[in-house]
């Protein structure tokens, strides 16, 4: 996530970044040493990214760039989360995140307890499918590069209850290519 984003920033420091899932993320902790201006929010600390874009509609359309480093498995509504992370992209806007991944996956495997989703009723581990999903689910986006998210085995193994989960991450980036979403306001 780090190079990713620097690389995305191109040395840049006055570029506007979001980090969704801000608590222990590294990469985050290391930009901001870096001298990069990073808004940092985290469930744990201040509230979630729906939370976020209900307090502060004036930050809609606002952000550089916005990441999330393995924070989506966690959520329970990884569509809304995403298009969420759009929405807080400036036109132009990259957005970045990473996530649990096996292409292999079936619903007869385990999976990682803090694994939250609920798209599925069998809620399970990312898959091929699942990213072109969120793709969709994103609106206006182009990819930026070629995903190859399928090409490679799992290469992460935990424990949980005794048993072995594996697995890998996929990365996901983004640029927005659309005009800004329109702030609806309720009277």
Known sequence: MLAAVEQLAAGDRSKKMLCVGSFEDTACYSLQGLGYRIDAIDPSIDGDLAEFRRQHPQRLNTYDI???????????????FVADMVAMLAPGG????????????TPDQPKPSSDVRIYTRDVRIYTRADMQRLIAAMG?????????????????????????????????TVRRRDEPVRVVRSR
């Open 66 to 80: 916005v990441f999330s480093t393995s924070v989506i498995e966690h959520v329970p509504d990884d569509e809304t």
């Open 94 to 105: 990259y957005a970045v995140l990473t996530c649990d991944y096996n292409d292999t996956w």
């Open 140 to 172: 206006h986006v182009e990819l930026l590069d070629e995903p190859d998210w399928q090409d490679h085995e799992p290469d992460f193994t935990i424990a949980e209850a005794g048993v072995d989960m594996r697995y890998g991450f996929a990365t996901l």
